[in-house]
């Protein structure tokens, strides 16, 4: 049997892997017992030390686990952020950056080995699309992290490489494997998904009725402005993206994130920051003001910072809840896909 016909474990929830078990013909109460083990990091039959020398055989033999090689990693020194390349057993690499905040330790993990999003300002953008990750691969970015760094990840934030919402079915398997009681046990409110508007994804989001955070790469509440910064706007426009987020909230009572990343000269003005309270005045929500992490492929130019501060009183004026990001791991490049980028 070669190795992609075995079954790769860390995909599988408890009530799945309990079939799987029974289906080698071994007792359903085994299933928890690597459950547990391949949620704790231990991904490796061997070690899995409550099962017989019999078992451990037979598993390799019909299934493997997913393990992540860390090719490099990258402490900053400016704060506790590390940024992990990562290489899946087939070879492509992927990147996750550990940020450590008061509340505790967050992640940010990629979706998918490159993205087809194509958005202007993304340092994912240009590098070719892959494929998307397995909900497994997805798992073992926190896994790994967690491991390396020896004390519990109590949050998770999608907003690596890659669109969530154009990997759907894998990340909702995921967010549902995260959840686990006998997994890492990290509840959807410590959970936030970013997604540039994949609308109908939205909407069926809306219908997991969920409490994962979702926050929306917004960056201009004028259609020509946003179509020339990302191209999914040419399929969504702003008008049925408002309208999938006001179904979202309505829906779920959460409040959304709108993510606005400020460039100089085109999105940052008196009157962008207006219209944008204009288009999102009434709805559950916080804005996210970003200064743009300037990548090569691109000739955007951060905002000056009293046009940033300027912006932000705009919409606080107004009474919209806004802040400002604060600007984490600057000098190992923790800025999407950077990393990826300078290694391939
Ligand atoms: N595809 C998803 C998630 C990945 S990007 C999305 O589009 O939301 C995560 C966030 O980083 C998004 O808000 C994205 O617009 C923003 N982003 C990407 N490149 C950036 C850059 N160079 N500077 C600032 N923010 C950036």
């Given at each position: 049997m070669s190795i992609d016909e075995k079954?790769?474990?860390?995909?599988?929830?408890l009530v799945e892997l309990e079939e799987f078990m029974q289906s080698i013909g071994?007792?359903?109460f085994r299933a928890r017992q690597v459950f547990e083990w391949i949620h704790k990091g231990?991904?490796?039959?061997?070690?899995?030390?409550?099962?017989s020398l019999e078992l451990r055989d037979k598993l390799k033999e019909v299934a493997t686990i997913c393990n992540l090689e860390i090719v490099e990693k990258l402490e900053s020194k400016l704060d506790k952020t590390a940024k992990y390349l990562l290489r899946l057993p087939d070879g492509n690499i992927i990147e996750s950056v550990l940020m450590k905040y008061k509340y505790g330790y967050s992640v940010c993990i990629s979706?998918?080995?490159?993205?087809?999003?194509?958005?202007?300002?993304?340092?994912?953008?240009?590098?070719g699309f892959v494929r998307s990750l397995t909900a497994g691969e997805i798992l073992c970015e926190v896994l790994t992290i967690q491991e390396d760094l020896g004390e519990r990840i109590s949050n998770i934030v999608?907003?690596?490489?890659?669109?969530?919402f154009d990997n759907y079915d894998n990340v909702i398997k995921f967010l549902n494997l995260v959840n686990d009681k006998c997994g890492?046990?990290?509840?959807?409110?410590?959970i936030s998904i970013s997604t540039c508007g994949l609308v109908p994804r939205i909407l069926d989001f809306a219908k997991e009725n969920s409490q994962v955070t979702l926050s929306i790469s917004?960056?201009?509440?004028?259609d020509e402005v946003r179509e020339s910064m990302m191209p999914i706007n040419k399929k969504y426009k702003i008008k049925e993206l408002i309208s999938a987020c006001n179904i979202y909230t309505e829906r779920t009572n959460r409040r959304i994130t709108f993510e606005y990343a400020l460039v100089r000269g085109v999105n940052d003005s008196d009157k962008d920051a207006l219209d944008l309270v204009k288009l999102i005045e009434g709805i559950l929500c916080h804005v996210n003001l970003i200064p743009i992490n300037e990548?090569?492929?691109?000739?955007y130019k951060q905002s000056y910072n009293d046009r940033i501060e300027n912006f932000k009183n705009i919409l606080l004026k107004k009474g919209i809840n806004a802040t400002v990001r604060r600007e984490l791991g600057s000098d190992i490049k923790a800025a999407c896909g950077q990393l990826r980028r300078s290694k391939l």
């Open positions: 079954v790769d474990l860390i995909n599988l929830s071994e007792k359903k231990v991904l490796s039959f061997d070690d899995m030390t409550n099962l979706s998918q080995i490159g993205c087809r999003m194509g958005c202007r300002f993304c340092a994912s953008t240009g590098i999608m907003m690596g490489i890659g669109e969530p890492l046990n990290i509840g959807s409110r410590h917004l960056h201009s509440a004028n990548v090569d492929s691109s000739n």
